[in-house]
């Protein structure tokens, strides 16, 4: 490959784009690798095209080398199978929805688990074809409420789905850990640094998923580790663990006059200083009040759920706890209409005659004595104990994370980072089998119903991660595997430079290297100078002034290390380079 600059279709910006926040989105968009048509959704210019494939093509390696078999299904879909298990109305607004000519309802996939179930049940049936593992490299469609960052969350990106379809849970234990190495080996191939961590498995059932995260400060993701035993989570997963059970014994629940106490700040000052209780805000119990609604439908519930005061309501949690219901706010209006809930001072000791089903985070144990909600304006009631003057209907992991919080797994005090979602591996089981009805028949011809995996690689967003943490204050700094090029050579001089490095560049050409080779005539050295640093190809090679004294210049992009080389033997010499 022999890129000429002259004529390649690029142009770099001097400055960042004035919608991009992130420096991935403000690099590949200055470097002229991608362009934003609308909100996200961007166009691949020829060297973004190039790295992108890059990426598609050392995932494709490690999954047919995993035994993956390659498909490539449509984009677009009919509602009936998405209908059939649920998802056409659970995906809510996130799912791009469309009508054809005839009125016929259709979509544009935002994943494929319906799709590749319906393509097993019609080709197999028999317990010798299983175990199989299919994917494809596509992309994929969903309406983000927050397009942001460029290709990091687009609306419009590439996936790589794979899923797997085995007889037996010990089946899907070995598809899944395939899986889990093939990634191993993608991420690092890929120059990622990344971390796995364990991720919610929803609403489908308690098998097993984990994340591959991108450690990056500009992540959406926060999760937890544990340096102790190395326990990691993704913060909607993480467990909180449960105090022991306090013995009984309490003295029983008093009301207290505490006006003009409607935060915890507040309360916690005026009862220690007018009752002596000595509480922290941690003794208080917090109630949050919210509707859950349900997608395709405009019923809500109300819901509460009592949290330790000194901690908030993380509403991604929340989200993840309450899949596929959607909490929402609970408003002044929606106060009105429930008198018994009065804002500020609600206690869980009424709501059991209120109907309202009460979720508590796992510290509010039985036994537990709380400071809480009188339910009367001004009021708060004193030693309300769990299982005595109140009984949850269940817990639910919505307070927020915090460092420091314990190690579900070994007690230690976790860590708390931020990081992108590039791989996800998850143990579906039968939902989507039972849907579709997919069995194969059994030796003894009884039908068994089939087990899935399902597995996706974000290949865009892997662009955008690999940019976010490879880049320096001068551009992209691309490892070699993934770079849109080799070597990046600029010819700059008013003699024979150009000419000696198109020269060059045909003989790197004809020793294998994909080369981009600056021979914009008229264009001065600064310029590009900095337009090689800014695309990031790992080797720059520059003749310049020194070819009357028969040298060139050999950069390394990732050490910035230069070292002058004869011209003569030149090739050989940047090869090796480039070979590592
Ligand atoms: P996120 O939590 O970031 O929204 P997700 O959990 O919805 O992601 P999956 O359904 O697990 O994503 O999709 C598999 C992979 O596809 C993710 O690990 C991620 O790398 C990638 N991906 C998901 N959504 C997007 C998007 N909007 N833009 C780019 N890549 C995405
Ligand atoms: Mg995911």
Known sequence: ?????????LRTLRDDPADAEVPS?????RAGYVRRVAPGVYSWLPLGKLVLDNVGRVVREEMNRMGGQEVLLPA???????????????YGDTLFRLQDRKGADYLLGPTHEEMFTDMVKGEYSSYKDFPVILYQIQTKYRDEARPRAGILRGREFVMKDSYSFDLDDDGLKRSYEQHREAYIRIFERLGIDYKIVFAMSGAMGGSASEEFLAPCATGE???VACHNCGYAANAEAVTTPAPPAVPAGRPAMRVLDTPGTPTIETLVDYVNEHFGLGVT????????????GTPGSDKTEVLVIGVPGDREVDFKRLEA???PGIPEIFEAADFEKHPGLVRGYIGPQVLKDLGITYLVDPRVVTGSAWVTGANEPGRHAADVVAGRDFTPDGTIEAAEVRAGDECPRCGSPLSIDRGIEIGHIFQLGRKYADAAQLDALGPDGKPIRVTMGSYGVGVSRAVAVIAEQRHDELGLVWPREIAPADVHIVGTGKENQVEVALQLAGELERLGLRVLCDDRPGVSPGVKFKDAELLGVPTIVIIGRGLAQGVIELRDRVSGVKEEVPLDGAAARIAA???G
Not at 1 to 9: D, E, K, N, T
Not at 76 to 90: C, F, V
């Open 321 to 323: 706890a309450l899949s």
């Open 25 to 29: 989105h403000k690099l590949l968009v």
């Open 76 to 90: 677009l879909l009919p509602r009936e199978y998405y209908e059939a298990t649920g998802r056409w109305t659970e």
């Open 1 to 9: 490959m022999l890129l000429r600059m002259s004529s390649l279709f």
């Open 577 to 579: 380079a480039c070979a």
């Open 281 to 292: 805000a941690a003794d208080t119990l917090k109630n949050i009040v919210v509707k859950v």
């Open 221 to 223: 993701d926060t999760f």
